[in-house]
């Protein structure tokens, strides 16, 4: 098996609330969408972000786990400089993201913030000095 991964896929509540974050609010350009079933965005060379409603979500892979808290899933999207880090937090709570967490200077040499997508998924917006961090810059 090759090292790789092609989709991350999530279950969304409502999927009209997903787009309109995804789509209007942050500016991401749908590769498939079909009403009331799928969102798809081609988020790298080779990696697709799937954002799927919940119950067709649930027919296919099976019940989902409910209950209070974070989502343990966090999804990460690096850029080059701290400027960067601020100009999509900032675009991001234009978008009604929530929570926005301001982000900060970390332990390990990185900056970083949060936002919740309207599902409650954490993205995390940051930098990473690190050789593994500059490996996933574009």
Do not use: C
């Amino acid at each position: 098996m090759d090292q790789r991964i092609s989709f991350v896929t999530l279950a969304v509540r409502d999927l009209d609330a997903t787009r309109a974050f995804y789509v209007d609010g942050l500016g991401w350009e749908p590769a498939l969408d079909v009403p009331g079933e799928v969102l798809m965005i081609k988020a790298g060379e080779h990696l697709v972000l799937s954002l799927w409603v919940e119950r067709e979500f649930e027919v296919e892979v099976g019940p989902i786990r409910r209950g209070e808290g974070v989502v343990p899933i966090t999804l990460s999207h690096n850029v080059r400089t701290n400027d960067e880090v601020d100009a999509i937090l900032a675009t991001a709570r234009a978008a009604g993201a929530d929570p926005v967490t301001e982000p900060v200077e970390r332990e390990w040499g990185g900056y970083t913030g949060y936002f919740g997508d309207p599902d409650g998924f954490r993205w995390e917006i940051a930098t990473n000095p690190g050789p593994i961090g500059q490996e996933v810059l574009p």
